[in-house]
């Protein structure tokens, strides 16, 4: 099993920026890829951004291109997803998750991001 913590949401103005992390614990040894998702209000959950796990690859959302970054510290297992220039559209609950096979099967409990107007 791969535990997943997420941290860091919050409310920011239109603008902002907001830094997510997500530690990793338990059997992260075949973890191949870390991604994260999100998920709106009334609204299916949604791919934001993805690496794979020794961080040489990355792979984005159109709607986050140049706006958001996602690294990782292997000493820490904690990946992180920097936002900036938030907009109202990227309110949402934001999910970690970890990826062996070729799904996501592990996730986070999720955090809240708020970009007010």
């Known amino acids: 099993q791969v535990r997943l913590v997420e941290s860091g949401g919050g409310l920011v103005q239109a603008g902002g920026s907001l830094r997510l992390s997500c530690a990793a614990s338990g059997s992260t040894f075949y973890v191949v890829a870390m991604g994260w998702f999100r998920q709106a209000p009334g609204k299916e959950r949604e791919f934001v951004a993805a690496g794979s796990w020794r961080g040489i690859t990355t792979d984005y959302a159109d709607s986050v291109k140049g706006r958001f970054t996602i690294s990782r510290d292997n000493a820490k297992n904690t990946v992180y997803l920097q936002m900036s220039r938030l907009k109202p559209e990227d309110t949402a609950v934001y999910y970690c998750?970890?990826?062996?096979?070729?799904?996501?099967?592990?996730w986070g409990q999720g955090t809240q991001v708020t970009v007010s107007s």
């Open positions: 998750a970890a990826r062996k096979g070729g799904s996501f099967d592990y």
